[in-house]
């Protein structure tokens, strides 16, 4: 079994939603590329200029092209010509704040910095654990998470953990730091945040992982999705929960 984080989280917010996805295919083939095309535009700006170690600065037309490709890739429709428009100078403006906070944090001024490691790991021999690590530094003293997004709820300093412990196993190499970096969400000065963790922090995490990992493997399944998880279900039409129960239907009386 693979375990990410995003798989992990997904389950614990609703297994049953996770068993039609996954175990039961009713899933769309594709998800809604829409709600995630400006947060992944904004990493593939970063990943791109990164990788140029962080010359000239993001053009506003580097960032528009950056985001038209990724909308002609992931083959993006839109209900009106406008919203596409808006959307790319969302997308551009982002890539400006991204460029301050960089410069304001001196991340371009960083050495030994590798963009985008896909890196997996083996957990109790069977199972493994795998991740994409926005950005590595000192081959992992340092890991550096980067949210394009302005909703506070994607900080979630567990997340920073798991891709610590999941650098561990893999190259043997324990963080001394782990940071979100912000360049949306904040003031710039605020942009770049350490999360404290200690080593018990990997025991919990690692935990976390069994005890999913043991939950999925039982077969345990229950349709706990509440909120904004039910809200944004793309399996919803297929849940036990929305099926009227015999409680609630309507008994006509028998005329004799
Ligand atoms: S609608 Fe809610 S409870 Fe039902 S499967 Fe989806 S997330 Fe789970």
């Not at 200029?49 to 038209?68: H, L």
């Amino acid at each position: 079994m693979q375990v990410s984080w995003s798989f992990m989280r997904a389950y614990e917010a609703c297994p049953y939603q996770q068993k039609l996805i996954r175990i039961d295919k009713l899933g769309p083939e594709k998800p809604d590329e829409r709600r995630f095309i400006r947060g992944t535009a904004g990493h593939k700006v970063f990943e791109i200029w990164a990788k140029s170690s962080f010359g000239d600065g993001m053009k506003p037309e580097m960032a528009a092209k950056i985001f038209d490709t990724l909308v002609a890739q992931k083959h993006i429709g839109w209900l009106n010509p406008s919203d596409k428009e808006k959307m790319r100078n969302r997308v551009i403006a982002e890539a400006a704040m991204l460029m301050e906070a960089v410069r304001y944090h001196g991340i371009d001024r960083l050495k030994n910095l590798q963009v985008e490691s896909w890196l997996s790991a083996s957990l109790l021999g069977e199972h493994v654990i795998k991740g994409l690590l926005d950005v590595v530094i000192d081959g992992g003293t340092w890991l550096l998470e980067t949210k394009m997004s302005d909703n506070q709820k994607w900080i979630d300093p567990d997340q920073l953990v798991f891709y610590g412990l999941l650098l561990t196993l893999a190259k043997n190499r324990y963080p001394s730091r782990l940071s979100f970096f912000l360049p949306v969400m904040r003031r710039v000065e605020e942009r770049l945040l350490d999360i404290d963790f200690s080593q018990d922090d990997f025991g919990r995490i690692n935990n976390r992982i069994q005890n999913f990992v043991d939950k999925w493997t039982a077969g345990e399944f229950p349709a706990t999705g509440e909120g904004e998880t039910c809200r944004w279900c793309e399996v919803k039409n297929y849940c036990i929960k929305r099926k009227p129960s015999h409680k609630n239907r309507f008994i006509f009386p028998t005329i004799i």
